[in-house]
Structures are given as C-alpha cells and as structure tokens.
C-alpha cells in the first residue's frame, strides 16, 4: 500500500518524442518524412498541406542507382568524399553504412576502400561488422563442406575449395606451391563430379558409371606412374602421363583426402545421439585438421588463426552437448540438425557485436543502430531484397 501511495504521489510520466520540423531553420525533406511518420498523418493530410519541395537543392535524403554491389561501393566512396570536402567537421566514426547481407558486400568494401593507403587522400577508414565467423576463417567453410556430404555431389569445384583451408592442407601434407600442380592433374585427368559409381547412383545415375568421377581420375593418375607408359590401358582406365615419384606421392596425399572424405559421405548420413555425434565430429576433424606440434607450419599466422577456431570448434561441440544433457534429449537426430546448432553456435550475437572504432562502419540493418549517426547509408536497397 506504501508503495502505491507513493506511485500516486508520484506519478510517472513519458516525454513524448520532440518533431524535427520547427524552429527557424528551414525544414529539408528528411525532417518533413521524419515528422509525418511521428504525427502519422494520412495521404490526406499530406495533399491539403501542399508542400513544395526543391530537390535541387535539398541533399538530405537521395537515392543512387548502380548495376552492381561493387559500383554501389564505389558511388558510396565517392559520395563520402565529397561529404567530408563539404562538412569538415563530419568524420568517418559519424557515418554508418547498413546492408542487407554482409556476405555479398563485404568483398567489394573490402576492394574498394581497401585500396588506398593511409597517406592516400582518397583513403577512408573503414570497419565491417556482423560477418559470419564462416565467411573469415577457410576451415569453417571447409567444415560446412564435410558436414554437406551426405547431400554434395563432390564436384571438382567443391573438392579444391576445401583445399583452401590452410589446416587441412597441412594435415594432408600439401603445400600451397602444389595446388596449381593438382588443379592442372585433376583437370587432365577429367574429373567432374562423384566419389565413385556407388556415390552417384545416389544421384539418379545408372549403376557401374564410374566415368569423370574422383575415383576414376586417381586411378588414372596412379596407373600413369606405375605403367609409365601413357598408351598401356588396363581395365578400360587410359593412364594418365606419366609423371615422377614426387608427383606420384602428391597424388597419393589427394587420395588419401578422398579416402576420408568418402568414408564421412557414409557415415554422417546416419542418424546418431547427441554423444555419438559429439564422438563422431571429434574424429572427423582430427581426421582432417589436426596436425602435430612437430609439423613446421605452427609459425604461420593462418595455422595459429586456424587452430584457434578448432578449439572452439571442440569446445561448442563440449557445450552443445552439455545443454542436450540439461535438456535430457538424447533422440537420434541427422547431421543436419546438428551442424545448425554446432556452428550457429560460432556465430556472434549480432546485437552486441562491437564497431571498429575510428572509421566508417559498415553493419546489416538492425534496429536503433543508426541513431548515434550523422550520416546513414543504405546498400542494397532494391527489391529483392525486401
């Protein structure tokens, strides 16, 4: 009852929302759109006040039109030089650029106010949140990848983006020097798509059509070497030309990659319990990504980067599966349930991510992002997106 009385006595009051249209100065477009929106006045209402607008001369609020997410950027660069020549007291930290998805502008971002040096005058710094922890580290992608299997028809593509993953290469022993060496091997050798014949029946095709798959091409590559002679076909297999002993064990590090990547294809199209996932994803990534410390790639920067993310690999595996526990759900579930959660789980709470600070921030449309800035851009603003 005291605190009641003291509620009335009291009493809490909402200040409402101040219009930006008053005052001496004259209203621009922005301001007029931003207090129809807080007065919620109707089609009506607008016609009978008879605006005039002047759109040569009012700047507040302009639209571009650009072919591309790249000369979006580059209108945008540009469009902020000339912000900065106009306003000096506008800086880089008053301005935030909002996209719809980060994954498709970040590249061109990164080219376009990437390319000019600190001393340039054309250089603006710049900061780009909310990317996707899969979208900056390869073993992430490479993972996704593996977890894919099941419904991945392996293509020539598919095989040597997984080769991009700095870790995976050392766990297989290949060098980055080596890979213009497999690009040409797996090209000559007609590989297209398929671990083997029994891989792509999965696909619609016809038993015993081995033809342009993974296993069909390594067989080729290895009977080139140990017939040595390029025109002795064995088994309907042409060998491939005939390469060294080097070369031989290269194509022996491919296989090998194969070899585990068709043993997984298998294996996680099972359904299993959180635990016996947790075991099976354990062991699938020591089989493609864990190296010794006697290996002489722990002084690279994108090893240490990589093996860093591992660890959180295992350690969301541990916390994924402690909440399955505290939940008691212990169902067989696909894989595809699983990676969802797993690495969901990598993927920082977009609202409590912090802007770099000192520049330009570039971030996806989230709520009550753009109030502390000056200046708001917005990429990507055509309508399939929206």
């Not at 070497?225 to 002993?245: F, K, Q, R």
């Not at 290269?250 to 090998?256: C, S, T, W």
Request: glycine share 6%; net charge negative.
């Amino acid at each position: 009852f005291e605190e009641n009385a003291e509620l009335a006595a009291n009493p809490l009051t909402l200040t409402p929302f101040e219009s930006p249209v008053g005052g001496s100065a004259k209203s621009s477009l922005l301001t007029l759109i931003q207090d129809d929106i807080l007065k919620l006045r109707t089609p009506d209402e607008l016609r009978a006040l008879n605006r005039r607008l002047e759109p040569g001369q009012d700047h507040s609020l302009r639209f571009h039109i650009a072919h591309s997410p790249l000369r979006e950027v580059e209108i945008l660069h540009d469009q902020l030089l000339a912000a900065f020549e106009a306003d000096t007291s506008l800086k880089p930290t008053d301005i935030i650029v909002m996209v719809p998805d980060m994954s498709l502008y970040a590249p061109a971002i990164s080219a376009i106010f990437g390319r000019f040096g600190r001393e340039d005058p054309q250089h603006i710094p710049f900061g780009i949140a909310d990317q996707a922890a899969s979208g900056q580290v390869a073993l992430i992608n490479a993972l996704e990848q593996i977890l894919n299997l099941p419904t991945s028809r392996l293509l020539r593509s598919e095989l040597l983006d997984l080769l991009g993953s700095p870790l995976l290469l050392a766990r297989f022993g290949i060098a980055e020097t080596d890979l213009p060496t497999l690009h040409d091997w797996i090209d000559s050798a007609s590989i297209r798509w398929g671990l083997n014949a029994r891989h792509r029946e999965a696909f619609g095709v016809p038993p015993g059509m081995e033809q342009n798959t993974w296993a069909f091409g390594l067989n080729r590559l290895l009977l080139g070497y140990l017939s040595g002679d390029e025109n002795a076909i064995w088994e309907g297999i042409e060998p491939h030309p005939v390469m060294d002993g080097i070369g031989a064990e290269l194509v022996g590090k491919l296989a090998q990659l194969v070899e585990q990547l068709d043993k997984y294809t298998h294996r996680l199209t099972e359904k299993s319990t959180p635990t016996e996932w947790v075991v099976c994803l354990r062991r699938l990534m020591a089989d493609f990504f864990s190296i010794s410390d006697t290996q002489n790639h722990l002084d690279s920067p994108e090893i240490q980067i990589e093996m860093d993310t591992l660890a959180r690999l295992h350690n969301e595996l541990d916390l994924w599966l402690a909440d399955c526990t505290a939940a008691e759900f212990e169902n067989a579930i696909d894989i595809e349930t699983v990676r969802h959660a797993w690495l969901n789980r990598l993927e920082p709470h977009r609202l409590h991510q912090r802007f770099i600070v000192g520049g330009v921030n570039f971030a996806t449309l989230m709520p009550m992002r753009a109030i502390p800035y000056r200046h708001i851009y917005l990429l990507g603003m055509d309508d399939a997106n929206y």
